[in-house]
């Protein structure tokens, strides 16, 4: 046995007296104690007074970032990360955040005209639409289309979380987006005339902006957070190249040797074909695209409320496994409140089985035009150029991350600064207690998959434990190698019933 | 009849129109698009720049009409633009027209 080493009693102290030692933070790692925070990569305003590309922004940055009034400051309001930041407080106001700004693209910024005509005969009430928000402007009998335009302007810029701008010339609105680039082409903006007024609006609809070109670039901010762990990064970008280059860095950062294992996602309003072609260019465990074909949200700001809802329900040990339906049941519905589109488009059953099947997580619209989660997917739907659909469900990856986690958690503090040594044959000595042997390994490895399986994120735990190798390497003889054939557990996605009458 | 070609207009997108009824059933199909396996380790996808015919009593001829809709596919005829409430009918077609099953 070895000695028991009380710090700065030294086997040759002559004092006599009763020397004790409380140690704290001694016993087994408990589970759940990581961290998973989130990071967005969006857009800054040059009224900001963060640094783009190189600082990356967060609760103990100088400045810090944990409120929406910090988000305002670094990054100028309506600017697209700000946009992000305040629809993912809207759902998550727990989980840290962190935020790097993306050079904005050097090309135009989206505009849109909104022309109103004709006096009013009488009174009534415009509503403007920015996404998913209006504001209402009074309309009083004998208001000119100036007057009208004057007003809805100035509500507008009101609005100053918006991302656009409003500038009226009589009676026609020029609204621009406030951030350069193509992705100002998502904004939406409609009305509606309430009220016989005897005016009319154009946009009725809702209606996209257009002229904003140019892509922006996410490659020196990728550079800057390599080798830092966050998480969810959520993309302001949902485009093949810039997303795509996201997912390929979470890709070779999670592999063994740097151990950085995170999540991408980003949003899609765009079209079934088109967003699938987005996530069939991913394909990746790591990667997802929540998709609403239609919605009035930006994708930038549909991805910060996903991503708020995962980092919510899935930060407390045992974590939810199941978002099928989120949003659609009286407990969840508090939490996600996104309206559906305001044209009434709905997404229907083929157009969801498609959806889930090229690897989106599709955002379903109820007749109340609320909406919900379908079912959360990950991109990863081919391996080499055939169909694979073994890690669609995206909580299997989040169980895997956190038994990774967890193991590496267990390993470093009860193992560090330990030696390594064979089994004892039977009957032979019991190595001492700074000697680490497959055994004994196997046995904490054993005991981490049984308490995953006590919290049902695991299932099959003789079958796990059975097939759960440790062993000590020939080459080099100072590694343990470890396998453990992990099977998450599985979420209850559909009941099938035949009732027959029978009398 | 809708008679359509995939819309590869916008440079860098490429959408993927589900063939639903061979992907309902397990087999990944896009309409106008063809699986290279050549193409990198997951193989990709080709464009075919074919015309394709989606009859009326096609099961999922709601869905494609809303492809048609959102751009994902262009209408080639005036008489597919009708019927989806307008639409883009490029000046210059393709000149064969493969059989539905075919073109899929």
Known sequence: ?503 | MLRVMLNTSVEGRVPMVPNYRRLLIGQKSYLGLRFDGSLGPEGGWVATFEVIDIQDNDPHFVEYIRHIRSGDLLALDAATAKKVGGGCVPQSLPQSTPAPEESQ
């Open chain 1, 1 to 503: 046995m070895s000695a028991v080493i009380l710090t700065g009693l030294g086997s040759n102290d002559p004092v006599p007296g009763n020397y004790v030692e409380v140690k704290f933070a001694e016993g087994p790692a408990s589970l759940g104690e990581g961290t998973y925070p989130v990071l967005f990569i969006g857009n800054m305003l040059s009224s900001g007074t963060a640094v783009a590309d190189t600082a990356v922004y967060g609760p103990i940055s100088s400045p810090a970032l944990s409120t929406e009034a910090n988000a305002i400051s670094l990054f100028g309001a309506g600017s697209e990360l700000h946009r992000m930041i305040r629809a993912y407080l809207k759902v998550n106001t727990t989980t840290p955040f962190y935020a790097i700004a993306v050079t904005e693209s050097a090309g135009l910024q989206a505009t849109k005209s909104q022309v109103f005509t004709t006096t009013a005969t009488g009174d009534g009430t415009y509503r403007f639409y920015f996404g998913d928000e209006f504001v209402d402007t009074p309309i009083t009998t004998g208001m000119s289309p100036t007057a009208l335009g004057s007003d809805v302007a100035a509500n507008i810029l009101s609005q100053t979380h918006w991302g656009i701008t409003a500038v009226n010339s009589t009676g026609t609105l020029a609204i621009t987006a406030k951030q350069k680039g193509l992705r100002g082409n998502w904004l939406r903006i409609g009305g509606q005339i309430f009220g016989n007024t005897g005016m009319t609006a154009t946009n009725q609809a809702q209606t996209f902006l257009s002229g904003g070109t140019t892509a922006d670039s996410n490659t020196a901010a990728l550079a800057t957070i390599a080798n830092t762990r966050y998480y969810y990064i959520c993309s302001a970008a949902e485009d093949s190249a810039q997303f795509g280059a996201l997912v390929v860095q979470v890709n070779s950062m999670a592999l063994p040797l740097v151990g950085i294992r995170q999540r991408a996602i980003c949003g899609s309003v765009d079209s079934l074909g088109n967003a699938t072609s987005v996530a069939t260019t991913a394909n990746n465990a790591r990667a997802e695209i929540a998709w609403l074909e239609q919605g009035d949200q930006e994708p930038c700001t549909l991805a910060a409320k996903v991503v708020g809802v995962y980092a919510l329900e899935e930060a407390p040990f045992p974590f939810r496994t199941n978002f099928s339906g989120y949003g659609n049941d009286t407990a969840t519905s508090a939490v996600w409140t996104m309206p559906g589109p305001r044209s009434g488009a709905a997404p229907t059953r083929a157009n969801i089985a498609a959806a889930i099947l090229g690897g989106l997580t599709p955002i379903g619209v109820t007749r109340q035009r609320t909406t919900y989660i379908v079912r959360r997917v990950t991109t990863k739907t081919t391996t080499s150029s055939v169909t694979d659909y073994r890690i669609r469900d995206a909580h299997k990856v989040t169980v895997c991350d956190r038994y990774a986690d967890e193991l590496v958690t267990k390993l470093t503090l009860n193992y560090s600064g330990k030696k390594i040594a064979n089994d004892p044959p039977q009957n032979g000595r019991v190595p001492g207690a700074d000697v680490v042997t497959p055994r004994v390994m196997k046995a904490a490895v054993d005991q981490l998959t049984r308490d995953f399986v006590n919290v049902d994120l695991l299932e099959d735990a003789d079958k796990i434990i059975a097939g759960t190798l440790v062993q000590r390497e020939t080459s080099p003889n100072t590694r343990m190698g470890i396998r453990v054939p992990l099977v998450p557990i599985s979420n209850l996605e559909q009941t099938a019933s035949e009732l027959d009458q029978v009398g």
